[in-house]
């Protein structure tokens, strides 16, 4: 419930001590709408909904900090489909979460999607990704010797999981 008036009333019938709940109930009075319920919903631990209402509140560095936070990528994703450099951002603390998970595939499709192809040959060859590895270096423009010394390494990586196999 959003409704601070029935809030405060079912408060008030229970056994508990208004000491408790007042001081809460009129900090949540003093907010707008928006921040009032962000903060009920975060209190009341529906990260989901809070992250909702702080999209609504367009306050865009919460959202960010907040999705870290509570690791609700997909959730602002989903808010930000249709705000492209707000999702380009969201879509780049995922790779990173990603990254620190050793995800490095899926970390790497990430900055790949975005077009950050930098970040993302290093993962595809950590992942032992040589097509999609090479391919990211060449759209990011690397310098030709750091080109074929990626390539040497991929070559020797390959050969090596190969030999693992046999």
Known sequence: LYDLEVTLLVAQHSQRDPREYMPFLQSLHALQPLRRQFQIDNHLRHYSKALSALHALSSHNEVETYTVKHKLFTAALTLYKYDIPHQTTITALYASHLQSQSRHADA?????????YTSA???????????????????????????QSLARSLATTCTEIGRAHV
Do not use: G, K, V
């Open 108 to 116: 790497a499709m990430a900055y790949e999607s975005i077009n950050d």
């Open 121 to 147: 040959y290093p993962l595809y060859a950590l992942a032992h990704r040589w097509r999609e590895s090479l391919t990211c270096a060449q759209l990011a423009d690397l310098p030709s010797d750091q080109f």
